[in-house]
Nanobody, 115 residues
Framework: QVQLVESGGGWVQPGGSLRLSCVAS????????MSWYRQVTGKEREFVAT???????YYEDSVKSRYTISRENSKQTVYLQMNSLEPEDTAIYYC?????????WGQGTQVIVSS
């Protein structure tokens, strides 16, 4: 059974940091690129960052200097380190695994950036 379980979300003040984690199971983790997306209520889900099987990294422009995606294959986990958080970063953050035409999604973790 495939599972992607996100954690690490919560409330943080502007300028603060959070680290999200996504633990994968039920598929060959190392074969998949892992990504983070986010969604604000009433808006489309948007790409945040991705890390390939070979550790190639890609970021959405607005987070490029503030977020870092990484993966730890031995733990089947992908991380998203988020620094200098802004109110505009408030969203539900989702983890996605993708390989060719196969993709899996997690249930999401809420991030709220507010004073």
């Amino acid at each position: 059974q495939v599972q992607l379980v996100e954690s690490g979300g919560g409330w943080v003040q502007p300028g603060g940091s959070l680290r999200l984690s996504c633990v994968a199971s039920g598929f060959t983790f190392t074969d998949f690129a892992m990504s983070w997306y986010r969604q604000v209520t009433g808006k489309e889900r948007e790409f945040v960052a991705t890390i390939s099987s070979w550790n190639n990294l890609y970021y959405e422009d607005s987070v490029k200097s503030r977020y870092t995606i990484s993966r730890e294959n031995s733990k089947q986990t992908v991380y998203l380190q988020m620094n200098s958080l802004e109110p505009e970063d408030t969203a539900i953050y989702y983890c996605k695994a993708v390989r060719q035409h196969t993709e899996y999604w997690g249930q999401g973790t809420q991030v709220i950036v507010s004073s």
